[in-house]
T-cell receptor
Framework: AQKVTQAQTEISVVEKEDVTLDCVYETRDTTYYLFWYKQPPSGELVFLIRRNSFDEQNEISGRYSWNFQKSTSSFNFTITASQVVDSAVYFCALSEAMYGNKLVFGAGTILRVKS | DAGVIQSPRHEVTEMGQEVTLRCKPI?????LFWYRQTMMRGLELLIY????????DSGMPEDRFSAKMPNASFSTLKIQPSEPRDSAVYFC??????????????FGPGTRLTVL
């Protein structure tokens, strides 16, 4: 069964601090995809990254970076030098090949960045 | 390019009334998804379509909920009769289908439904 756990319910940091959001997943499939979405206070869901199970390379995009480790079933997201505009709810999600395109979301982590 | 379009953005109705939510996916996308977001249950998949055909409706909570996709550019989610516990944000999302690979789902802005 698919499951995504985001153990951190809420994180508060001061601007310019680095922050890591944890994501642990469970799957029986060998082919799967992991995603991160951002939900700012305005409410929309914004796609950030998609990673397939065969690509364990870490990825960096500006101040964002992602660390995918199959050995620990984790797909963590780090924001470097956080800014107030990063304040949002961040969702990790899993899609398994055997279940087509169905996305299973974690509960989300609320990130508050204070100036 | 236009993203996923949903209407209305906000809906307030009274218990027992019929509610219809609408979605226009991104042009050329083969998959369309309906999700519901609540504080208690988070983001849940209700139903999804591939090439206008419903593939999995196991997430639809009960018979009061129904969804249709009459063509590639339009889908509706209907609740009849509505109940206060249906109050939530309903998201529509669409994605491409490239060699059956799970492609990225792009979400609409959501419809905030309040049932009094």
């Amino acid at each position: 069964a698919q499951k995504v756990t985001q153990a951190q319910t809420e994180i508060s940091v001061v601007e310019k601090e680095d922050v890591t959001l944890d994501c642990v997943y469970e799957t029986r499939d060998t082919t799967y995809y992991l995603f991160w979405y951002k939900q700012p206070p305005s409410g929309e869901l914004v796609f950030l990254i998609r990673r397939n199970s065969f690509d364990e390379q870490n990825e960096i995009s500006g101040r964002y970076s992602w660390n995918f480790q199959k050995s620990t079933s984790s797909f963590n997201f780090t924001i470097t030098a956080s800014q107030v505009v990063d304040s949002a709810v961040y969702f990790c999600a899993l899609s398994e090949a055997m279940y087509g395109n169905k996305l299973v979301f974690g509960a989300g982590t609320i990130l508050r960045v204070k100036s | 390019d236009a993203g996923v379009i949903q209407s209305p953005r906000h809906e307030v109705t009274e218990m027992g009334q019929e509610v219809t939510l609408r979605c226009k996916p991104i042009s050329g996308h083969d998959y369309l998804f309906w999700y519901r977001q609540t504080m208690m249950r988070g983001l849940e998949l209700l139903i999804y379509f591939n090439n206008n055909v419903p593939i999995d409706d196991s997430g639809m909570p009960e018979d009061r909920f129904s969804a249709k996709m009459p063509n590639a550019s339009f889908s509706t989610l209907k609740i009849q009769p509505s109940e206060p516990r249906d109050s939530a944000v309903y998201f529509c999302a669409s994605s491409l289908n490239r060699d059956r690979v799970a492609d990225t789902q792009y979400f609409g802005p959501g419809t905030r439904l309040t049932v009094l």
